[in-house]
């Protein structure tokens, strides 16, 4: 059984950061992908930033060059530092593997303030 949990997440003014983390439960972290995933009220789950076998990064364009998305394999962790936050950045986080198929977590809030 694989179980991803969030942390991180919380209520931030405009032009702040914040760290999310996630920690995996699985057997085989390395190898798989991992990326996160926000998703505003009324709208549809949108890929952030995502990580292909521990070196290829893609970001959405909106983030770019404020979002980094990194990873421990040692600690199964995958982290996403956001940095100058806007209120556009507002939504539930997910973070997602995928080895076999794609497992989530149960996301953690990001809410921007203006």
């Known amino acids: 059984q694989v179980q991803l949990v969030e942390s991180g997440g919380g209520l931030v003014q405009a032009g702040g950061s914040l760290r999310l983390s996630c920690v995996a439960s699985?057997?085989?972290?390395?190898?798989?992908?991992v990326a996160w995933y926000r998703q505003a009220p009324g709208k549809q789950r949108e890929l952030v930033a995502n990580m292909i076998n521990s070196s290829r990064t893609n970001y959405r364009d909106s983030v770019k060059g404020r979002f980094t998305i990194s990873r421990d394999n040692a600690k199964k962790t995958v982290y996403l530092q956001m940095n100058n936050l806007t209120p556009d950045d507002t939504g539930v986080y997910y973070c997602a593997l995928t080895w076999d198929r794609t497992y989530w977590g149960q996301g953690t809030q990001v809410t921007v303030s203006s």
């Open positions: 699985v057997r085989i972290f390395s190898h798989a992908t």
